[in-house]
Each structure stands twice: as structure tokens, then as C-alpha cells.
């Protein structure tokens, strides 16, 4: 599973055999807490973070948003940057 992106400890993840994995989500670890975000309503589908870190997550799931979903769609795999 490549690494997407890195910010604040939180590394985020995602898998590209969409056959295999449902709904377009991404996988956000920290520490030693993991959680699956659903890439269309940014919600926490299971898991668990600390809120600050899920916070962190939303907000960089909303600034990347398309290029989540067209990552998911095309499965071309793209470095994001994280939040500043």
C-alpha cells in the first residue's frame, strides 16, 4: 500500500486493487492508531484516531479531495503534499 502522504506522524495510505477494497476510502495511521476514510464525505468509516489527528486528516482530506478521487479512480499513484 504506497504512501500518499506524511504530515504531523500521521502517514496516509491507499490501496489501488479497488476490486478488492469497496468504496473509494484511504487508510490514515498514527502511531499506533489506524483509520479508514471514506474518500467521498471524508467520514471515519472504522478505526480509531485521537481527534486532533482525525481532525488533521479532514482537513487534508478536504484540500486534496479531487486528486484523492481521480487517485482512486485511475489508479495512478501521486505523492501529496501534507498540511502546512
Known amino acids: 500500500m504506497p504512501v500518499i502522504a506524511r504530515f504531523y506522524g500521521i502517514i496516509i495510505k491507499m490501496y ?16 499506533e492508531f489506524n483509520a479508514i476514510f471514506d474518500i467521498e464525505t471524508m467520514e471515519m468509516l472504522e478505526g480509531d484516531l485521537p481527534l486532533r489527528a482525525r481532525r488533521l486528516v479532514t482537513e487534508w482530506a478536504a484540500e486534496y479531495h479531487h486528486e484523492l478521487g481521480q487517485m482512486w479512480q485511475t489508479n495512478e ?8
Not at 499513484?77 to 502546512?84: A, I, Q, V, Y
Open 16 to 31: 489501488f486493487s479497488q476490486s478488492e477494497h469497496g468504496i473509494p476510502h484511504f487508510h490514515a495511521i498514527y502511531g
Open 77 to 84: 499513484f501521486k505523492r501529496l503534499p501534507g498540511l502546512e
